[in-house]
């Protein structure tokens, strides 16, 4: 929870486009948020190495713009 708190808040205070590099766990945070996906099930979310992952803000909200053989890739092993 507390780098969920974390990320929102760098999310919230940047402008227009961000570049950042971070390790899983932020990445596990926003996506699992972005997807409704219970806190408990973060740790199943697979994240690739070394592709680029983008968001989108639109309305205050974040969404994830990957192509769907990503996406399935990075929520093998959770329901949703």
């Known amino acids: 929870a ?8 760098f999310l919230k205070n940047s402008t227009n486009s961000i570049l950042a590099f971070t390790h899983q766990g932020p990445l596990r945070a926003l996506i699992g948020t972005i997807l409704e996906i219970q806190i408990s099930d973060w ?3 697979n994240i690739p190495h070394g592709i680029p992952l ?3 803000k639109y309305d205050e909200n ?6 769907r053989k990503i996406l399935s ?3 093998e092993g959770i329901e949703i």
Not at 2 to 9: G, T
């Open 43 to 45: 740790h199943k979310i």
């Open 54 to 56: 983008e968001f989108i």
């Open 62 to 67: 974040y969404l994830i713009n990957i192509n």
């Open 73 to 75: 890739t990075i929520l």
């Open 2 to 9: 507390e780098v969920r708190k974390r990320m929102f808040k």
